[in-house]
């Protein structure tokens, strides 16, 4: 019988899952594997398993149950291995490596920052700026039908952009960063120039809440902050 793997925790986790119900339609009784120092929740793996809401938010309440009772290694959704003998066999290979990070995680969550900026407001700084894009953009307008001109104008203006975001990011990444213990990037998609999961003791979760707030604060309404947490530190796993 396949096995689901919620997470991992180590001997000191009161391990609590009475009650709690795991993936699947009708929900799967949970139960705990040990493996030396270390202990794993899981459920039987239920066929045809996908992402869809229930079972999302079924694997994100077990997670964030143990959590709250101490460290966890959270695994991420569906993670399915062939039976409990070689989760366990699987678990025992790397039980110091899995040990030393419980060790780094407790008392940790995530918090993911994604960061953009309204495209018309950050053309108007590089047309402000960068007198050869502005005299580009003159000449473009004179000639609507010189596509060789719009091209010059189009890769400059990326270039030009580019390089003020790496710059934002950089600016962001520094104020930010004093208040996590670790970051992990992310390619940055969807329109975003910044993608990044901060590994953030819960002592320093205020100091961060507020981190974030002064500089979405500093840079203004053309710029859009969305973070996500706390979370079960799946990024840093």
């Known amino acids: 019988?396949?096995?689901?793997?919620?997470?991992?925790?180590?001997?000191?986790?009161?391990?609590?899952?009475?009650?709690?119900?795991?993936?699947?339609?009708?929900?799967?009784?949970?139960?705990?594997?040990?493996?030396?120092?270390?202990?794993?929740?899981?459920?039987?793996?239920?066929?045809?398993l996908r992402a869809k809401r229930r079972d999302v938010m079924a694997h994100q309440g077990v997670l964030e149950h143990l959590l709250s009772e101490g460290p966890v290694l959270p695994m991420r959704f569906g993670l399915v291995a062939p039976d409990d003998e070689q989760t366990i066999a699987s678990v025992r290979e790397r039980e110091q490596q899995y040990t030393d990070r419980l060790a780094e995680l407790d008392g940790c969550r995530e918090y993911n920052v994604k960061v953009s900026r309204d495209e018309d407001d950050l053309l108007r700084q590089v047309l402000a700026e960068v007198p050869e894009a502005r005299r580009l953009n003159e000449l473009a307008r004179e000639r609507p039908g010189d596509r060789r001109l719009k091209m010059e104008l189009g890769e400059l203006a990326a270039q030009q952009a580019q390089a003020r975001q790496q710059k934002d990011a950089a600016r962001i990444m520094d104020a930010l960063t004093p208040a996590a213990v670790r970051t992990r990037e992310a390619p940055a998609t969807g329109g975003t120039f910044l993608n990044v999961s901060f590994l953030v003791d819960r002592k320093q979760a205020a100091a961060f809440a507020e981190a974030v707030h002064g500089e979405a604060e500093r840079c203004g309404d053309a710029y859009a902050f969305?973070?996500?947490?706390?979370?079960?530190p799946y990024s840093f796993v």
Request: charged letters at 20%; hydrophobic letters at 35%; a neutral charge.
């Open 226 to 232: 969305r973070t996500s947490g706390p979370l079960p």
């Open 1 to 48: 019988m396949p096995t689901y793997v919620y997470g991992i925790a180590g001997k000191e986790h009161p391990l609590r899952v009475e009650g709690l119900k795991g993936v699947g339609e009708p929900a799967r009784e949970l139960r705990v594997l040990t493996s030396g120092q270390l202990g794993v929740v899981v459920s039987d793996a239920p066929e045809g």
